[in-house]
């Protein structure tokens, strides 16, 4: 009897300092509601994408839903400058019915004119009928330094935006071979606006989108290759742009990818035009 006491305290005082050891990743602020002025500035909002749509989170855990009318895959804040030169906060969101923008969380405003629309039959109750819905967007990044550029793309092409999404020029594909865009990112490097995406077989690619003639610039030094072929790079999932400050005080771009399958990161090394491994 006192051995199973004896290993029955010792399983309650392990299951008593698990329990002191977890901890939340994130604690929300301990407020019931976010007021105007947070929202108008960004401040303690927690937001949260899903099948169902856009919820914002409050700190007692409930979600509370901002937008139900189809799937969420990507929430981007951004700031913009009003008549007064003061920062307005403000997001978009990706998502299956478009590029949606909000500055309250209450009025969202579709961004699609100029993105790729397909034309889809529908058959209910023996019935034809003929709707159209956006083609599906694998990915949206916002320029750090000017977040009215911002880009998105298709399996097909990039679309590239200068005025916030109100409309998108399509700078189709670095490939011309065969479709597949998986990740894409805006950013001013040398006062000069870049588009980057990358391939999931043909690796990385970047273009001066205002440039009279842009055309799409491939890089593959620096990546790992796949373990089937030494030509072709494992493919790049993500491209994400990071303002950097000097010790003078000035600031610049630097462009970060990882790749899909092989758990590896990169920092782009733009006077080499190569990936600099970080991270394996």
């Given at each position: 009897m006192k051995k199973l006491i004896f290993v029955l305290s010792l399983f309650f005082l392990g299951l008593f300092l698990?329990?002191?050891e977890i901890k939340p990743l994130y604690k929300l602020p301990e407020k019931t509601a976010v007021n105007a002025e947070e929202v108008e500035s960004g401040t303690n909002v927690f937001l949260v994408?899903?099948?169902e749509g856009l919820f914002r989170i409050t700190n007692r855990n409930a979600a509370i839903p901002l937008w139900t009318e189809g799937r969420v895959d990507q929430i981007v804040p951004v700031n913009f400058k009003d008549s007064a030169n003061s920062l307005r906060s403000g997001w978009f969101i990706r998502t299956s019915k478009g590029i949606f923008f909000s500055y309250d969380l209450k009025n969202?405003?579709?961004r699609d004119d100029g993105l790729t629309f397909l034309t889809i039959k529908k058959y209910k109750n023996k019935s034809t009928s003929l709707v159209?819905?956006?083609q599906k967007l694998k990915d949206l990044c916002v320029n750090p330094i000017n977040n009215k550029e911002i880009v998105t793309a298709t399996k097909d092409a990039v679309f590239y935006s200068q005025d916030a999404g109100r409309s998108w020029k399509n700078l189709k594909s670095m490939s011309l071979r065969t479709p597949g865009v998986k990740a894409v990112a805006v950013a001013t490097i040398n006062a000069?606006?870049?588009v980057f995406m990358s391939h999931p077989i043909l690796g990385l690619s970047?273009?001066?989108p205002n440039r009279e003639k842009p055309v799409w610039i491939d890089v593959d030094e620096g990546f790992e290759k796949m373990?089937?072929?030494s030509s072709s790079a494992d493919e790049i999932s993500d491209i994400i742009p990071i303002i950097r400050t000097r010790a003078d005080g000035s600031t610049f771009t630097e462009i970060y990818?990882?790749?899909t399958y092989m758990p590896r990161i990169y920092k782009f090394n733009w006077e080499e035009q190569k990936g600099e491994l970080i991270y394996a």
């Open positions: 698990n329990a002191q994408g899903s099948d969202f405003e579709e159209k819905e956006i000069e606006t870049v970047y273009i001066y373990p089937q072929t990818l990882s790749q």
